[in-house]
């Protein structure tokens, strides 16, 4: 009876012996990819680095300058002969910025002036922390045949650099985003005041989108996450009911955890806007936009948008982990002293080194070693002057026995 008991077990659970030999298989397969990674030679890592950092085989002579970097310790040295091709630029960094620059966080969007300038910076080693702040857009080069001008209105410019297959590694330039546009240069706010951020992000709405998308593109954190009940509801808005379907408790326990902290920064944009029917972001310096004010009357008794001032609620309460820059006043005036309160959190740093790895390694760190790693490069990071291809060189360093 127990024997048949027991066959009756095994046959229910792996009919025809099907299922154990699947796990076998697998097991084999593992056990396989063990003794490969253990025993891959200087010239499969090489290999390995290419791959992951241009996703294209190198050619034979680069195959042989990396493997001889590698062989002699210089795996990092290897990542970055494998970044002077051109697809790390053209597709890889392309492919990696371009979910920040939409609600869908889609890939598979046209290049524009957002992702352009992402590359630009990454390539010409800007600081990174000045991604949300600084003066700055790349465009093609001057002098490219049939590549239209850059507008304020469309994003042609971007689409024909794409559509020719202009090679973005030799032909961006950096410009002053001021004299690109019609912004004064205070305006400005690195990629949060490009044309593809403002499409997306102050287009309708209340502002409040560019915030949170930002956030979650480049502090790797949804408002859900930043939720704190602890901070003072003095600054949230006139259109946020106090007692939404008549249960003040809901406003208590959670309306005022994200709006607390929300509503503050997102003052900073109080100028800012897109106007659909000219396809353009707008600025108005010193007049609030009237999205500002959109359903004053579900509260008066709320705070009134003046200007474009902003405070952080969130250095104080659980939210100071984020780590604050503390030579930082926490408040300030616009968008720039806005992105630059954002971009020189430990926060932030943490985020482009998280989002470098799993582009590299194609998975998240794991383990304890993967955090160490994740660690080290943050530290490296901030203190190596924020050099976004120094991150992509590691990681590929770290990974390449994957």
């Not at 630059?340 to 989002?355: D, I, W």
Request: overall charge negative.
């Amino acid at each position: 009876m127990t024997a048949g008991m027991n066959n009756l077990r095994i046959t229910t659970l792996c009919p025809s012996g099907r299922l154990s030999a699947a796990v076998l298989a697998l097991g084999l397969y593992l056990a396989l990819a063990m003794i490969m990674q253990a025993f891959a030679t200087p010239r499969d890592e090489a290999r390995r680095i290419h791959d992951r950092l241009a996703g294209v085989p190198p050619s034979a002579a680069v195959l042989d300058q990396m493997t001889s970097l590698v062989s002699n310790g210089d795996a990092i040295g290897a990542a970055y002969l494998a970044m002077e091709n051109r697809a790390f630029y053209d597709v890889t960094l392309k492919n990696w910025a371009a979910p920040w620059t939409n609600r869908e966080e889609d890939v598979f969007v046209p290049l524009n002036d957002y992702i352009a300038t992402v590359i630009g910076m990454v390539r010409d080693d800007v600081p990174f922390n000045q991604l949300l702040s600084a003066d700055m857009v790349y465009v093609g080069r001057d002098g490219l045949s049939g590549i239209p001008a850059y507008s304020m209105t469309s994003n042609a410019h971007y689409e024909e650099l794409e559509r020719r297959n202009i090679n973005l590694m030799e032909n961006l330039e950096q410009r002053r985003q001021s004299a690109m546009t019609d912004l004064p240069p205070d305006a400005t706010a690195g990629v949060m005041t490009t044309r593809a951020a403002a499409e997306a992000f102050f287009v309708a709405g209340t502002n409040r989108a560019m915030l949170r998308f930002t956030l979650m593109a480049h502090m790797c954190r949804d408002l859900e996450q930043l939720a704190d009940t602890t901070r003072s509801p003095d600054r949230i808005r006139q259109d946020v009911s106090r007692s939404p379907g008549g249960d003040s408790r809901l406003f208590l326990n959670n309306c005022v955890s994200c709006h607390t902290g929300m509503d503050p920064l997102a003052q900073a944009y109080a100028y800012y806007d897109w106007d659909e029917s000219a396809r353009r972001i707008v600025y108005t310096s010193g007049q609030v936009r009237p999205k500002y004010f959109n359903n004053a009357d579900t509260f008066p008794f709320g705070f009134v948008t003046t200007d474009a001032s902003w405070a952080n609620y969130w250095r104080e309460g659980q939210n100071a982990l984020l780590g604050w820059d503390p030579g930082r006043p926490g408040e300030g005036y616009g968008a720039k002293s806005m992105g630059e309160e954002l971009a020189n959190s430990q926060a932030f740093a943490q985020c482009q080194v998280e989002k470098v790895f799993r582009t590299v390694c194609l998975r998240t760190p794991t383990d304890a070693a993967d955090r160490q790693q994740v660690a080290s490069m943050v530290t490296s990071f901030r203190g190596g002057n924020y050099r976004m291809r120094q991150v992509f060189a590691e990681s590929a360093a770290y990974c390449r026995a994957d």
